[in-house]
Structure formats: structure tokens, C-alpha cells
């Protein structure tokens, strides 16, 4: 029973893609719906909202990863943009 449900489910994800990538979908489309989730994000949380989330989050990774931490990051992008070790 188990499995039918999931041959059932991974069925449908599949159709629901097929569906999803034949439809026209360009900037315009994506534009669209960025701004009416802005436009409902912006009329129920204020900025001071933002201001503390960031903040916290600011904090939260500032405790944990420090200037090697990006460091590391930046080294390891620039081997995979440029294909090159830059040390």
C-alpha cells in the first residue's frame, strides 16, 4: 500500500513538472509573482520586522563562521569560476 502511494505521488510530481516546464514561463511571469508575494509580505510585516530577523541572523552567523570561513568560500569559487588555484 505504501509503495503504490508512492509510485502514485512520484507519478503526479512528474506530470505536475511536464506541466510546469511546457508552460511559458518568462521574466515577466516570475517578475509578476515576486511582486504580489512582496506586496503581501510588505503589508502584514513592517520594517522594524526585518531589522530584528536580520540582525539575529547577522548575529547567528557571525558566532559560527568567522574570516577563514569566507575566505575558504571565496577560494573555493574562484577555483570553479577559473578552473585555478590563486595561493
Do not use: C, L, P
Not at 502511494?5 to 518568462?26: D, M, W
Not at 510585516?45 to 559560527?64: L, R, S
Not at 577560494?75 to 577559473?82: F, I, L, M, N
Amino acid at each position: 500500500m505504501a509503495k503504490e502511494n508512492e509510485e502514485v505521488r512520484r507519478e503526479n510530481s512528474r506530470k505536475g513538472g511536464e506541466k510546469t516546464a511546457s508552460e511559458e514561463r518568462g521574466k515577466d511571469f516570475y517578475q509578476k509573482i515576486g511582486k504580489q508575494g512582496g506586496d503581501k509580505t510588505a503589508a502584514t510585516h513592517d520594517k522594524k520586522f526585518y531589522q530584528e530577523n536580520g540582525k539575529k541572523g547577522g548575529d547567528k552567523t557571525a558566532a559560527t563562521h568567522g574570516k577563514d570561513f569566507y575566505h575558504d568560500i571565496g577560494e573555493k569559487g574562484d577555483q570553479v569560476r577559473y578552473g585555478k588555484d590563486k595561493k
